[in-house]
């Protein structure tokens, strides 16, 4: 209850003085509102890359802020924070921008009414969905009335959902209440880091000058879904002990967990030369993946990017039926992920020994949720976005 007060008077002062800003003109600007930063960092490149006339801003939550650090000629703006001043500049741009880039769920929206030629578009943060998410999520039935109104007056928003694939679509467009129209097929745009191929291999090169250990044994990523609770308490369902006795002359173990987990266990220290933390948000997921020859996930959507790379992946869902209820899934959780999924260490070490996985299924999963991530997704948003702009100030430079 106290809560959705406080939402409520930060949603009024937000809309007054939105209200206020929007009777001024709108720009050529884009302005970003950002939670995660890497697909909005690799539309931002493109921008440059075809050097669009628009004033480019920022607004950026937590951590998210550090992809933007060295880029000249760009507003940054810490978002939904304490800072008063910026929170007023971050308003200021949101109601004079023709373009309004975000990607994730922001509350702000429900308030905001943008003018006829403003454009919004999701640009989510992930390529694809196991968990329920949405007007689908499970927690609906626990919020208010007020808090369900306002998700969908934010979900309203969106002119546009950009997605990589069909199967996607339809998630989006149940989970927001959207129609075909709104979808958007462009690709994902952090997708176009698999096809670049020099990238990729100055990134390896780099992950093994700091690691040798990855050069000379298989790599296996263990990267679990953050789940409700862990904040304050973390316990590390993967038994390392087992693994290190049965895998560690061939293998090692990358260990990637939630930044906001409170891990308090060094499992590098207790097994030296097997296991390494990459958990911090200074290290890139899909840096890390280029390295991993077995992925291990459950319900997070690392696996749609991971299956560009056609690499095996276990699925450890030791809490199956648990996070089924509370969460919910798409579809059943069996028949949608390619690769095995096992409930205990010993299942996972039994797989890996025995190799048994299957590319062809991996393959096929890529295929479907990955259809329009070719390589080129930055490029054709941007293309969408500002063709016409584009256009116009090429005959202005010939007029000139």
Not at 2 to 26: M, Q, T
Not at 356 to 384: A, P, R, T
């Amino acid at each position: 209850m106290v809560r959705e007060i406080i939402i409520s008077i930060y949603l009024l002062l937000f809309k007054c003085l939105f209200a206020l800003c929007n009777l001024l003109p709108l720009k050529n600007k884009v302005t970003f509102v950002v939670s995660f930063g890497d697909n909005s960092k690799y539309v931002y490149q493109e921008m440059c890359n075809q050097k669009i006339p628009f004033e480019t801003v920022f607004l950026c939550k937590g951590l998210s802020k550090r992809h933007f650090l060295s880029y000249r000629n760009i507003k940054l703006l810490t978002f939904e924070s304490i800072n008063v001043i910026d929170t007023c500049k971050s308003i200021y741009h949101l109601a004079t921008s023709k373009y309004i880039i975000i990607d994730n769920y922001f509350g702000f929206l429900a308030v905001t009414n943008f003018k006829h030629d403003v454009e919004c578009i999701q640009l989510w943060h992930a390529a694809g969905a196991i968990k329920k998410f949405g007007l689908e999520d499970q927690s609906i039935g626990t919020r208010s009335k007020r808090a369900n109104e306002r998700f969908l007056q934010v979900y309203e928003k969106f002119h546009k959902v950009v997605v990589g694939s069909d199967a996607m679509a339809a998630i989006f467009k149940n989970a927001f209440n959207l129609d075909d129209q709104n979808i958007l097929r462009t690709g994902i745009p952090r997708s176009d880091f698999f096809y670049d191929v020099k990238l990729r291999n100055d990134i390896i090169l780099q992950l093994i000058s700091e690691n040798e250990d990855i050069k000379y044994k298989k790599v296996i990523l263990y990267a679990p879904t953050f789940r409700d609770g862990q904040l304050d308490q973390f316990k590390l369902h993967l038994d390392i002990e087992k693994m290190y006795h049965k895998l560690r002359d061939h293998y090692i173990v990358l260990l990637r967990l939630h930044p906001a987990v409170k891990n308090t266990t060094d499992f590098g220290k207790n097994y030296p030369g097997f296991v390494y933390d990459y958990s911090s948000p200074k290290v890139n997921i899909n840096e890390l993946l280029l390295v991993t020859d077995i992925l291990i996930s459950d319900y997070s959507s690392i696996p749609y990017e991971f299956s560009l790379l056609n690499k095996p992946m276990i699925f450890f869902a030791y809490d199956l039926l648990q996070y089924k209820k509370e969460r919910g899934l798409w579809d059943d959780f069996q028949e949608i992920v390619p690769g095995p999924v096992v409930y205990n260490t010993e299942e996972i070490i039994n797989i890996i020994l025995e190799n048994k996985f299957d590319l062809e299924k991996i393959k096929e999963f890529s295929k479907k949720w990955n259809k329009y991530s070719k390589g080129k997704s930055s490029e054709n948003l941007v293309h969408y976005l500002f063709m016409e702009e584009k256009m116009l100030n090429l005959d202005q430079q010939k007029a000139l």
